[in-house]
């Protein structure tokens, strides 16, 4: 599975083509924050500066994830 996608002509990067998931037994762990540290990075060197998810609604673990590394919602 690619991670990134880059939308060309936008300057955005969106995340991802397929679902990204942390086993249950490991949520908690900061995993998630590092992947999105990580991707934030691929960004910052692939020379795009916007990087752009869709989370369901009911992932609020997910969203408060995201708010917390300064997304908002669109």
């Known amino acids: 599975m690619r991670l990134l ?3 060309p002509g936008h300057g955005e990067v969106l995340l991802a083509e397929g679902d ?3 086993d249950e037994e490991h949520r908690g762990e900061g ?3 590092a992947i999105m540290l990580a ?3 691929v960004v910052r ?3 795009h500066d916007r990087l752009g ?3 369901f609604g ?3 673990r997910a969203e408060s994830l995201y708010r917390s ?3 908002e919602v669109m």
């Open 5 to 7: 996608r880059m939308k």
């Open 20 to 22: 990204i998931e942390v």
């Open 31 to 33: 995993l998630g924050r």
């Open 39 to 41: 991707a934030e990075q």
């Open 45 to 47: 060197e692939s020379g």
């Open 53 to 55: 998810l869709n989370v």
């Open 58 to 60: 009911w992932n609020h």
């Open 69 to 71: 590394l300064g997304y």
